[in-house]
């Protein structure tokens, strides 16, 4: 026989009489067919034409072998052939890319970044980038984008392939994947070898030495899912774009992509809407771009809303978002924000993973929680999971880019992830088994905030201490507890008033976690909040818990003072007082006494504050008190260089430093070097100011302090400026500032910012002091402090007239610390 098919089959059907039409009736083909194999038109016929032919010509079993032999010689050697070699009749350049989105707004340096890196030498490999982020979050635009961009530098040809990763009906397998490449290089659909691993060398063949572009769509690492690593080709000069809701174990120069901002998602509704439509309610747009939170999905939904009604205007669409939710109103035709990110939780909680499911309970706990960032503690002690279970569940949903790590150990999930979450989660569970998880997790945070809270206070008498803080780890210290409850601040603050009134238990643990928050707010939240919290805790404090309510009304008045409310905070410190009286609790007492004489010394009333305080002192003393004692002195000591009674009150502050000192209390010890220094520095011993001063900024800052850090840097630039050093003054007050700046203690703004302007006026930069007089006097007025923002006007006034006379000294200040 011959080894061209089409001789070979021409022979045969002479050889037995037969025309075309008679073979073609005997085999069940069209005479077409017998000739296009004849002429051959088709050199590869399929295997179930081959048997019909061998049936029309009654071949024996030695022709129909040799036959069968001629095709398959004639596979071997054409099937891998090279693009100027293939069938006629198909595009030998493939150009399969879609249409990328007609507008873009937004995200051109990550254009850039992709493009650049795709045009990138890879050495011998091709090149590979990947492009990850969650569901709707806009990834298949960019890479249709970057793959129109990059187009002219691959001539072969531009593959796009959908690999369905996270289809419901389910991935395209590899083999199935490889199939469509091959194909989509002129290979015929017969002849893409049935095992994967051939039908990947066949892939690598036929694009070595190419140029050509393959941008995978939707890839994931299930199980079932095409092995990417399947589908690169082999040498260099080739790229792949490969697009996934999460990284891969395929080698990829990964692009994350996150939120649009909020200027670019505003511009993105404005292009496809209108400025006719937008700009006339500027406050209803960004209502709608905060509703959709940077998710392009959410965006393109509200746009196509809003274009399919132009009866709405953006205010009415913006109000039914607001009154509904995003997960109502967020929908549009077969496209919704609740059915792409459910079907992503979906897939975790049927997976045959147990990190998938374990990572999908995670999920579930954050919707059940009122905030979107938690911690991997918090979801452990949700579940009773070790921290190596959270952890990996947690890292999970980052894979799944269904959250992202925000802080060591904290983690935030996507504001429309959170609500989708939060439906599922309630649809799922009952109102008791919801109360109970969030229990569970404020008592997490209780234990958490009554560690942390002998950083300035010893633990309140009557409470049992141990039982509150025996979840925690005996070796995790106070001060990476309050490490943990800073960085879960808002979580622990929702959760507190959502659990608050549910039940008498459920009060009794938010009174607790008022109590152990002290520390909190006084050293990293500037008392913001710290009084409305206590007033929760009161409210909902049972009847039977007489010590909880005898120290947050003492609480209570260190955080109205600490808030400038001295008035309310005489009367809840009387109030406390009172109850410790009644109920025979003298340490209590003791406490209230002392913080009675902070707020009565800043309402002016010096000997009633005397008085208080000596109270105070009196029962630390008598109840063996000593750390009572020392906040005794300490304060005292204040009071007494306020009635002129200086040497007096530096005898205190000397007592109080030594107490503390023996004891080992670093933010006693801080405060209390703050007092010294002040005094020392103002009575003109500054060489003994300065090392004290200096030694409270260091051990503020050892102990992470940032309002005591604050206060020491700002009394200690002063003491520069007063040392007739108005340049090291300028620098010291403007790291205090920059601690303002950056993580707050805003209660030292003013009086640093003050301090500074001073110091640059008598350095004639009056422009730069003209910036932080009017600084400081608009912060005064945004706290609504008038009689303070009418001092401050007046005295940037007399600073001003006094500059044609040149740098004067400004006049010395003490302010008493928080609590």
Known sequence: MSDDFGATLRGLRLACGLTQEQLAERCGLSVEGISVLERGRRKRPRASTIDALVRGLGLDEDDARRMRQVCSRRRVGETWTRPDQVRPGWALRPAQLPAPPPLHVGRDDLVRAVTDRLREPAGLAPQVVGITGMAGIGKTSLALRVGHAVAPDFPDGQIYLDLRGHHPAGALDTRAALAYLLVSLGVHSDDVPRDADQAAAAYRTLTNGTRLLVVLDDAADHEGAADVAQLLPGTAGNAVVVVSRSGLSAPTSGFHLGRLDDASATELLRHVLGRERTDPDADALRRLVEGCAGLPLALRIVGARLQARPSWSVADLAERLGEHGPLVELHCGGLGVEQTLGDCMQQLRS??????????????TIGLLPTYAVSVEAIGAAHGWSRARSAAAVDRLVEANLAEESASGQYAVHDLVHAVARSWAESTTTPARRHALRLRVLRHYVALAWRSRELSRTPPSGIDHGALTRPLDPDLGPSACLELVSADADQVLALARVVAGHDDESGLAVAHL?????TFFVAKADNLGWPETLELALEHLPDDAP?????????????????????????????????????ARPLAEAGAEIAGSIALRRLGRLPDAVQACMRGLALSLQQGDERGAAAAWRDLGLLQAAVGKRADGVRSERRSLDLYRR?????????????LGVMLRDDGALTDARSLLEEAVEVSRSVGDR???TEALDELGYWHVVAGDPRGGISVLSDGLALVDDRGAGQWEV??????????????????A???????????????????????????????SMRRTGPTRAATSRRTSPA
Request: no cysteine; proline share 1%; glycine share 6%.
């Open 351 to 364: 997976s045959a993973s147990r990190t998938d499911r374990l990572a999908a309970e995670a999920l579930h």
């Open 751 to 768: 009086s640093i910012r003050r301090r500074l302007a001073m110091a640059l006026d008598g350095l004639g930069r009056h422009d730069e």
């Open 707 to 709: 309002a005591l850090e």
């Open 770 to 800: 003209d910036e932080h007089w009017r600084t400081a006097l608009r912060r005064h007025e945004q706290r609504g402090e008038r009689r303070q923002a009418a001092e401050l006007r007046q005295l940037w006034a007399s600073r001003v």
């Open 663 to 675: 004891l080992g209390v670093p933010r006693g010890i801080a405060m209390t070097l703050i007092n």
């Open 547 to 583: 010590d909880e309510r005898v120290w947050l009304w003492q609480d209570l008045a260190l955080a109205r003072s600490g808030r400038g409310d001295h008035a309310a905070a005489a009367e809840a410190a009387q109030t406390s007082a009172r109850l410790a009286r009644e109920h």
């Open 514 to 518: 008022a109590l152990g928050l002290m």
